[in-house]
């Protein structure tokens, strides 16, 4: 009996400690001790069985380019513990996986292409964005040779487990790199990676880990997952990637106990995100800044936020979406508010507002100017991007100019650019089609080609249909009106099929020698979507928006494009460099300021009882796993 009992209060409360060290561990350890230390997340973490009260350590200061994925659940009162030993700052699970910043890491392929080997430990690994220092490159992928599409600088294309760069013949790409000073990719998995994965696990509790640069989830809560707890964590996508990345997001099967508590979440496109059903989860002293599309959203209506602060979020839009559904408690900052702690303002915005698309709606300039007063007043400048083909008001664009607004090109037409390799077989298709043909004449077979700039068609018993039309004499709109007057041929734009199939409009003054290449396709039996080239876009759209805009406002040169996909260009590159000097002696000024000297007793004020209530939540929660004596 007494050997019974002593065992139950060892599952009850005496659990195991754990560590791991990406830095000087061995999986062929133990693990249980720091100088025994694991190495990896996958072996004897993801991989083991833990109990209840175990807590596993991992080391502070070091990185894993790996998941972290809890293979058991605690218990009521007993929780499994995911922590931090020793000193600096928090462990980091992140995505990228920088390549060594040497010469020998790079090896010449051809022409201006040269590779190295990614390394990383996460299973089906692709690769969706690079970053060169704080550059984000050029996906270039054909399906075929990395080689033969790589032409400019951050060029980048992947075939795993090697990364090809553009470098010129004889350089190595640390040269061509060197004022960027890394080449950085990030791990990504078809399916989608979550960084931090609870899938079907209870009663665990997380804090001190921080997750950074992932482009799909960095700490997500999945299946009948419960009873969890997320405290002092950050988690930062840094990675401009559609629709994702997310920073914490739970989307279980109805928990009823989820807990955010003193929580970082910035970069992401939504910071806390709730999809599914959910009975309570709450989010208490957390912050999310700078976030694209929301800082919390919401689509559980469960969701409670408390003495917490949301701040620059979804600053595309007017109003912000800084929350979107979510109940909200006590004590929370206004959004208004702006972030009072160490270096918030070191990094100012190259720009407080961008308007988009001048000149493709009616009155856009005239709204603009209403504006001007309150630019003026603020001392502040924004940047406006024009699309020339439309009706400008270009004496507005002028006064801007000259008032010390960046102007920038966008696309002559407003078509997007996509580096899709396969845009004919995907549906909705990312290059919009620029219309729908068939034949409908009497010949017994039609086939359309385009090749060279021309569009032809091969008609099979009724030869005088056929067509030779070159498109250099027209755009979408004067092509889709020519082929409109043809007896035998039927032609739709953004018809009903455009709302069927999800495609986007056709822009009607996209240049159709942009049209994408095919060959023999048929156009008898059903009609034919005929897209745009995704690499033809490119150079004629913006090179067509540069020469406008340079021609009717005197003086300016551009260098800064805005379109879909793409880079900022020199002039981004020269006030970047310009402002380094500046930056580091905002930081050397910041560094010497305490906290107490940077923050204001009102916001104390309002944050002091909430943080009083997060101390005793996590007091409780801790008390049944504190007995095990493991390092704090």
Known sequence: MLIALVMALARLGFGTSY??????????????????????????????????????????????????????????????????YGTGAAPVITAAAPIAFVSASWTYVSGSTWKA?????????????????????????????????????????????????????????????????SVTPVVATPSGLQMILVNGKSWITMQH???????????????????LVFANMESDGMVPYGTTPHGFYVNATNPGNVQFLNDDVHLNYDGFRFDGTAAAITVTNCRAYANRDAGLKDNTGNATYSYSHFYGNNIAEMLPNDVVG?????????????????????????????????????????????????????????????????????????????????????SWSHQY????????????????????????????????????????????????????????????????????TLPHYSVQQNSPLWTTNGWPLSRPNTHVTNLLNVSNQDIKTAGYAILYGQTKLLPDEMTSSKSAIEANVPGLSESFYVYPDARSTARQD??????????????????TNTEGRIRTEVQLGELREGQNEIKAMIAAHDLGSKKGGGQK
């Open 117 to 181: 080997t990614i390394a990383s430990t996460i299973a089906s690994p692709s690769v969706n964005v690079v970053r060169f220092g704080t550059v984000y490159g050029m996906k270039r992928s054909t399906g075929g040779s990395c080689s033969s599409v790589i032409a400019n600088k951050y060029d980048w294309c992947a075939a795993w487990p090697s990364l090809y760069v553009y470098s010129p013949a004889g350089v190595n790409p640390v040269t061509t790199y060197a004022t960027d000073g």
């Open 574 to 591: 020269s006030e970047i460099e310009s402002t380094k000097a500046r930056v580091l002696r905002l930081e050397q000024i910041a560094a």
């Open 209 to 227: 880990i921080k997750v950074q640069m992932f482009d799909y989830m960095g700490v997500a809560v999945t299946g009948t997952a419960d009873n």
């Open 417 to 484: 650019y996509t580096t899709n390799t396969n845009p004919q077989n995907a549906t909705p298709y990312p290059n919009a089609p620029a219309l729908v043909i068939q034949y409908t004449g009497s010949g017994t077979a039609a086939t359309l080609t385009i090749a060279g700039g021309v569009l032809t068609t091969s008609v099979t018993g009724a030869s005088g249909d056929n067509l030779n039309v070159p498109l250099a004499s027209y755009n979408a709109l004067t092509l889709f009106q020519y082929l409109q």
């Open 326 to 410: 979510g109940i909200a408690g006590s004590g929370n900052i206004a959004s208004t508010t702006a972030p009072v702690v160490m270096n918030f303002n070191s990094y100012p915005a190259r720009f407080s507002f961008t308007v988009d698309d001048v000149g493709s709606a009616a009155g856009t300039e005239a709204y603009i100017n209403t504006f001007l007063p309150l630019f003026s007043a603020r001392g502040v400048k924004f940047n406006a991007a024009v699309v020339p083909s439309y009706p400008v008001d270009w004496a507005s664009v002028n006064n801007w100019y000259a008032l010390g607004h960046e102007i920038d090109s966008h």
């Open 19 to 84: 560590y791991v060290t990406s830095s000087s561990g061995n999986d062929g350890n133990d693990g249980l001790t720091a100088g025994t230390a694991w190495a990896s997340l996958a072996v004897h973490v993801n991989g083991g069985a833990f109990v209840p009260g175990d807590i596993i350590y991992l080391k502070r200061g070091d990185t894993w380019n790996e998941q972290l994925i809890p293979p058991s659940s605690g218990a009521a009162g007993n929780p499994i513990q995911f922590d931090a």
